[in-house]
């Protein structure tokens, strides 16, 4: 699902709504963090109990009802929608609009949490979550918030080759030809290699030129040049196909 | 348009703002030099125009793709004019809860009606049956008071521990009052009777004892603070439910949203008043009679009573509501 948010300067952009799978790990990440949180607070607790009777009960009571609700609080209002545990499955809470999450909205979404765990493990915020196209729980329904993957799927795109000298320009006309016979897909398939080439292991990206290469020898009879390497082939390709429009 | 051009004469802007970026997303957009900031501004606009044109005019996913993303964490970054910037926002905050309490005069009388309807219930009920008062009541996880108990005097660490296991609970009940008021109110409704019943249940067996003075003595010290933030919760549950079964012009989903922050504020007026509220049951309500004086106690409770109450209801009236204005 694509949550689409237009910008002030009228362009849109989207992000991935986030499915319950990583929401669900996220959430496992942060239980298991909030266990080992509380476990520390029972021990300092203890110990200071043993110096005088009463005070660490108070500082355990206390201090597991500051993680019981403040951490998914403090961490999304802090670390900009992101909890150890989202940040982790690389999603975060947003606001509906695109926006930041405000202090208000991450204490409504959190406060909203008990709602949303009844009648035991999420229960209802699942059934509800399921429900709307969006994933959004109750809390999220209440604070008008979101959760969207915001990794940074997609690394620098990278240059692509323009056309070089007379003698590849004769040689363009011949492939442009024969490039006729590709489908749309492949054509872009042959470009989207070519740009998110340097995103590629090594061994991947030898082993994607050379697949393209010997697909082009033969289906299109068209080879790479003595002591050219696939993947500058390939890129002649691409800089044919990307140059073709104008 | 050709993919080559665009990409080879762009790509170092991007490359350029990307590094902005990273900087803003580690170190917050307050840290940018003015120049880099104003070239931050330019860049973003301009990369922006690029995911338009790309959208429209390129072919393949990638650079689309790497665009967007690139926007998208470039918008969460700078529309992040919301965030709440400490102490003067707390401050008006505080000073504007007198006009928040009373614009929600309704769903907080609601909920009173509801807890003095479980309250009769409950004490109608426990003093015909007081087998089942006393089920109830041992039923639950409060620590509660006894007719006839013997109080020692606690040490002060034995009383932080007591007030804050209170505090602990009391505002586990208001914020859960809170959240349940997104089953339509429904368990909101059945989550302040059921406190209501349990101070019915309470006073019957106190009743039944004939112990009123000491009833009093141990319920209102603290009661005047947390009988108001119990129905706080409550009342923060009825606007939230309000808001899902109000149909306006908007959406109901916005009207939620609207609710919700609406009813925040006033639900976190119980914060302050259960930390009170918890340090008074701890050290007076619940101090041995012959250490403090069953009058000096309801005292206390009269004296906390009307601070509340002048805090409620004197300020604020002068203050003009936002979207009213004064006609000469």
Not at chain 1, 40 to 50: P, T, Y
Not at chain 1, 142 to 167: D, I, K, M, N, Q
Not at chain 2, 164 to 174: D, G, I
């Amino acid at each position: 699902m694509i949550h689409e948010v237009i910008t002030s300067e009228k362009v849109p952009f989207t992000y991935r709504v986030a499915g319950l799978g990583s929401r669900f790990l996220a959430w496992l990440v942060d239980v298991c963090l909030i266990v080992i949180l509380t476990e520390m607070g029972l021990f300092v607790g203890s110990v200071l109990e043993l110096g005088r009777a009463g005070l660490g009960a108070g500082i355990i009571m206390l201090w597991i009802f500051v993680v019981q609700w403040c951490y998914f609080l403090l961490f999304e209002w802090l670390w900009n929608g992101q909890t150890p545990g989202k940040r982790m499955l690389g999603i975060r809470v947003i606001q509906w609009k695109g926006t930041r999450l405000s202090f208000e909205q991450a204490v409504i979404r959190n406060i909203l949490r008990v709602a949303d765990s009844l009648p035991l493990l999420y229960g209802v915020g699942f059934l509800v979550a399921a429900c709307n196209r969006e994933s959004r729980r109750l809390g999220d329904l209440a604070a008008g918030t979101l959760v969207v993957y915001v990794e940074h799927r997609s690394g620098p795109v990278g240059a692509l080759r323009e056309r070089g000298s007379e003698s590849a320009r004769a040689r363009a006309s011949l492939v442009r030809q024969r490039l006729e016979h590709l489908h749309r897909k492949q054509k872009e398939a042959i470009l989207d290699l070519c740009l998110r080439r340097n995103q590629l292991r090594v061994r991947e990206r030898a082993r994607l030129f050379s697949a393209a290469t010997a697909y082009f020898k033969n289906n299109l009879d068209l080879a790479p040049e003595e002591y050219e390497s696939d993947e500058k082939f390939i890129e002649q390709l691409a800089a044919v196909l990307s140059s073709d429009r104008n | 348009m050709n993919l080559a051009t665009f990409i080879n004469e762009r790509r170092p802007q991007w490359r350029q703002l990307e590094d902005l970026l990273t900087h803003v997303e580690g170190s917050g957009l307050a840290t940018l030099e003015e120049a880099d900031a104003m070239q931050f501004a330019q860049l973003y606009r301009r990369t922006a125009s690029d995911l338009n044109q790309a959208q429209t005019y390129v072919t393949g996913d990638a650079t689309v793709r790497y665009l967007n993303d690139l926007v998208a964490r470039c918008y969460l970054v700078i529309h992040a004019t919301n965030r709440m910037d400490g102490w003067p926002v707390l401050w008006q905050r505080i000073r504007d809860y007198p006009v928040v309490f009373r614009r929600h005069f309704r769903q907080i009388l609601v909920a009173l009606g509801l807890l003095l309807v479980g309250a009769v219930f409950g004490f109608t009920a426990s003093y015909y049956d007081s087998a089942a008062a006393r089920g109830f009541l041992l039923s639950t996880d409060m620590p509660m008071i006894q007719p006839g108990q013997k109080r020692s005097l606690q040490s002060t660490g034995e009383l932080a521990g007591f007030s804050a296991a209170l505090f602990r609970q009391n505002v586990s009940v208001t914020l859960v009052a809170f959240a349940l008021g997104i089953t339509f109110g429904l368990g909101t409704v059945w989550l302040v009777f059921e406190n209501g019943i349990l101070m019915g249940a309470l006073a019957a067996v106190f009743a039944e004892a004939g112990a009123w003075q000491e009833f009093l003595t141990g319920i209102l010290p603290h009661g005047v603070l947390e009988i108001p933030a119990i129905l706080l919760g409550g009342a923060g549950g009825f606007i939230l439910a309000e808001g899902m079964l109000r149909a306006r012009p908007w959406s109901r989903l916005e009207e939620l949203a609207r609710c919700g922050q609406d009813a925040l504020w006033l639900v976190g007026g119980a914060i302050p008043l259960l930390a009170v509220a918890a340090l008074l049951e701890a050290v007076v309500a619940r101090a041995p009679d012959d250490y403090l004086d069953s009058g000096l106690k309801l005292a206390v409770a009269a004296l906390f009573g009307l601070i509340f109450l002048a805090f409620l209801l004197l300020p604020g009236w002068r203050t003009r509501r936002p979207g009213f204005v004064d006609h000469p």
